[in-house]
């Protein structure tokens, strides 16, 4: 069902950043090449697109989610739906190599029993950034979230539980895992424009990918 990498890679141990937040260096480096399958043929029934902002504006990073719930953005606001809005279909299957990845990683660091329920696909090209937010659309902040970053670099940014507290900020490679939960999991966080480089596996863009139990 999850291919391993041709040569084993040595199991990551988590380096705690904060109480509850995590890095593990390279952990998706294990099966990058059946995540990136299953990206594509996600976002083959549900493409990638630019959300509109509540205010208006429309989103630079192109988003689309597996998992029975997905993440959405429109005048209405943020909420999750079960359905695509694009195509009008139930968002795809999350893959299970894609959560088996999501539910090691959390209990690597803690979070026994993790079974998300969204992932929410980010691509973003060259220039564009994430601004500081907090992840505060789910109904169970117990749960945490575990984001992978697929293609080039990026700088991450991380923040404290107000807006004001100046974010610290840590560079994410191809196949690294930040997993954050209870008292981080309402941090603020974004990401810095992405300066233009080259992937061998996704050209310019990156990927990230965060797991999330959103119901
Ligand atoms: C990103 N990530 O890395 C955006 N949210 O592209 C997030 O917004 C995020 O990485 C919550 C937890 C981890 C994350
Ligand atoms: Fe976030």
């Known amino acids: 069902m999850c291919t391993k990498d041709l040569f084993?890679?040595?199991?990551t141990t988590p380096h705690r950043l904060s109480e509850?937040?995590?890095?593990?260096?390279?952990?998706?480096?294990?099966?990058e090449a059946s995540?990136?399958?299953?990206?594509?043929?996600?976002l083959e029934q549900s493409p990638l697109r630019h959300m509109q902002t509540p205010g208006g504006f429309t989103m630079s990073v192109?988003?689309?989610?597996c998992g029975e719930l997905g993440w959405?953005?429109?005048?209405?606001?943020y909420r999750y739906t079960t359905m695509d809005p694009l195509t009008n279909a139930p968002w795809p299957a999350l893959p299970p190599c894609m959560q088996q990845l999501a539910t090691e990683a959390a209990a690597l660091c803690g979070f026994a029993g993790f079974m998300p329920?969204?992932?929410?696909?980010?691509?973003?090209?060259?220039?564009?950034?994430?601004?500081?937010?907090?992840?505060?659309?789910?109904?169970?902040f117990s749960a945490p979230i575990v984001s992978v970053s697929l293609g080039v670099d990026a700088v991450f940014q991380l923040g404290g539980l107000q807006r004001s507290d100046k974010p610290l900020r840590m560079g994410l490679q191809h196949g690294?895992?930040?997993v954050w939960g209870g008292e981080d999991r309402l941090r603020f966080h974004g990401v810095l424009p992405i300066k233009p480089q080259q992937h061998p596996l996704t050209g310019a863009d990156r990927i990230n990918l965060t797991f999330r139990k959103a119901g």
Do not use: W
């Open 8 to 11: 084993s890679r040595p199991a």
């Open 20 to 31: 509850a937040t995590f890095y593990l260096p390279g952990f998706a480096l294990r099966n």
């Open 35 to 42: 995540l990136l399958i299953d990206i594509a043929r996600v």
């Open 62 to 65: 192109a988003m689309s989610n």
């Open 72 to 77: 959405v953005s429109d005048r209405k606001g």
């Open 117 to 140: 329920d969204a992932c929410l696909i980010n691509r973003y090209a060259p220039g564009t950034r994430m601004s500081l937010h907090q992840d505060k659309n789910e109904q169970d």
């Open 176 to 178: 690294d895992v930040v």
